[in-house]
C-alpha cells in the first residue's frame, strides 16, 4: 500500500468517524473509522520511515587531489 492509499485511509475513517450517523446492529461505524484512521497513520509512518531510510546518501571516499606535472618534467630528452 503506498502513501496515497494510507492517506485515503485516513479519509475514510475520518469520515466514517466524525461525519455519519448511521446506525447499523451489530456494526459500530464510529469503531471502524477509528480503526481505519489508525491503520492509515501507522501506513504512514512505516512508508515514511522507509522512504527516509532508502534516501540516505552514503559519503563516498574522497579522492586524492590530482596533482599535474609540469610540462618540463613529461617530456625529458636523453
Not at 509512518?45 to 563516498?60: D, F, G, I, L
Request: glycine share 12%.
Amino acid at each position: 500500500m503506498g502513501l496515497g492509499g494510507c492517506i485515503l485511509m485516513i479519509a475514510v475513517g475520518g469520515i466514517l468517524t466524525f461525519a455519519t450517523d448511521w446506525n447499523a446492529s451489530g456494526f459500530n461505524v464510529q469503531l471502524v473509522g477509528l480503526i481505519l484512521m489508525a491503520v492509515g497513520i501507522i501506513g504512514t509512518s512505516a512508508y515514511v520511515s522507509v522512504y527516509k531510510r532508502r534516501r540516505v546518501v552514503e559519503p563516498t571516499a574522497v579522492a586524492p587531489p590530482v596533482v599535474e606535472e609540469s610540462d618540463h618534467h613529461r617530456h625529458h630528452h636523453y
